[in-house]
T-cell receptor, first 112, second 111 residues
């Protein structure tokens, strides 16, 4: 099993450009999440999806949008990138019986 | 402010030494999880503690959940370079399935 996969692994954008980060899981989990990780601040939840067709804002949703395309895929879109969005982005899915979250390898995004 | 405070922020020790990292909160948690994150990768779950006062052991790692379920600790005995990584604690807030994460402790074990 691949678990949680993310693309791309690295990305450099200029201020104002847009991009979509892709995430897919093959564990048949209902819940999926997008986090950003910044030095000294741990993982902060951007958006989450409790099930296919539903999405909700997390702690830091401003500047982002998400789409839960189907049960497997959950994408994160930056419409107009800003330098403050330079970060490492992680997608995760969770096992409802144990609340264990399974993380992808991350996308390292730099906005110039 | 973080819901879960981890200390210390950084820890560098020699191979063979012991270390303890802490995770504290003013809130009660139904459970706490510990994850380890290696450079360039996503966090991976090490253990979940559920019962106040619970102690769990995974080889050289010992996890403890405080009696009041507001804090937890991770103790590593005879640390090895392979223990190097970022250790994160996390817990469900307000009985929600979403997790709140601490900022983490970066552990470096020198050979």
């Amino acid at each position: 099993n691949a678990g949680v996969t993310q693309t791309p692994k690295f990305q450099v954008l200029k201020t104002g450009q847009s991009m979509t980060l892709q995430c897919a899981q093959d564990m048949n989990h209902n819940s999926m999440y997008w986090y950003r990780q910044d030095p000294g601040m741990g993982l902060r939840l951007i958006y989450y999806s409790a099930s296919e067709g539903t999405t909700d804002k997390g702690e830091v949703p401003n500047g982002y949008n998400v789409s839960r395309l189907n049960k497997r895929e959950f994408s994160l879109r930056l419409e107009s990138a800003a330098p403050s969005q330079t970060s490492v982005y992680f997608c995760a899915s969770s096992d409802p019986t144990t609340d264990t979250q399974y993380f992808g390898p991350g996308t390292r995004l730099t906005v110039l | 402010t973080q819901l879960l405070e981890q200390s210390p922020q950084f820890l560098s020790i020699q191979e063979g030494e012991n270390l303890t990292v802490y995770c504290n909160s003013s809130s009660v948690f139904s459970s706490l999880q510990w994850y380890r994150q290696e450079p360039g990768e996503g966090p991976v779950l090490l253990v979940t503690v559920v019962t106040g006062g619970e102690v769990k052991k995974l080889k050289r790692l010992t996890f403890q959940f405080g009696d009041a379920r507001k804090d937890s600790s991770l103790h590593i005995t005879a640390a090895q370079p392979g223990d190097t990584g970022l250790y994160l604690c996390a817990g469900p807030h307000n009985n929600d399935y979403k997790l709140s994460f601490g900022a983490g402790t970066t552990v470096t074990v020198r050979a």
